[in-house]
């Protein structure tokens, strides 16, 4: 069974530094079926990054996604106010499966 | 671009069942899977399973297994998802998502069915 694990939990940072996520698998997996999302409170995920490094329509290009085999990163070059929030990986697995990461999330410092 | 619209929230007893449908706005119903993905309350996001709303096939997560069933409506574009059994450990937001065939990804969201279990 595979399982995502996402590091940190949560981090403080302030507008206009950079983030690093880091989504690891427990086994090695494809960057084609790796994806990222956002979530603000109150709202649905949002698709950011799909097949671990193409950023999804609109997004803008300070967020960039990487990685392969087991550990991928997602990261925002600089942090603007709205980029405050949780973020969740994704990866398919086989039969059809999903399965998400616990998710990181960053807190205005 | 295809729009997700959900039903209205729910408020359910220990042990009955929950019905949540998925309209999609725009011209097609085929060529993508709706899924489903539940929420509980300061949680991370758990996957429950897929239909295909063409052939009408399905995937369960193994955790829902036995309990969930997804079911389309092709005339109204709608997918639906029923969860039986329901226990206070099921309050969440259930989210429907599509995703286009083979993408691996899920690239339209609904806003999301808040259902709370409460005797």
């Known amino acids: 069974e595979i399982v995502l694990t996402q590091s940190p939990g949560t981090m403080a940072l302030s507008p206009g530094e950079r983030a690093t996520l880091s989504c690891r698998a427990s086994q090695r997996v494809s960057a084609s079926y790796l994806a990222w999302y956002q979530q603000k409170p109150g709202q649905a995920p949002r698709l950011l990054i799909y097949s671990g490094s193409t950023r999804a329509a609109g997004i803008p290009d300070r967020f960039s996604g990487s990685g392969s085999g087991t550990d991928f990163s997602l990261t925002i070059s600089r942090l603007e106010p709205e980029d405050f929030a949780v973020y969740y990986c994704q990866q398919f697995i086989n039969s059809r499966q999903f399965i998400f990461g616990p998710g990181t999330k960053i807190d205005i410092k | 671009q295809v729009q997700l619209v959900q039903s209205g929230a729910d408020v359910k007893k220990p042990g009955a069942s929950l019905n949540v449908s998925c309209t999609a706005s725009?011209?097609?119903?085929?060529?993508?899977?709706i899924h489903w993905i539940r929420q509980v309350p300061g949680h991370g996001l758990e996957y429950m399973g897929r239909v295909n709303p063409h052939s009408g096939d399905t995937k369960y997560a193994e955790k829902f297994h036995g309990r969930v069933t997804m079911t389309r409506d092709t005339s109204i574009k709608t997918a639906y998802m029923v969860l039986t059994g329901l226990t206070f450990d099921d309050t969440a937001v259930y989210y429907c998502?599509?995703?286009?065939?083979?993408?691996?990804?899920?690239?339209?969201w609904g806003k999301g069915t808040t259902l709370t279990v409460s005797s």
């Open positions: 998502a599509k995703e286009p065939y083979y993408y691996y990804y899920m690239d339209v």
């Open positions: 725009g011209d097609t119903f085929t060529g993508y899977y």
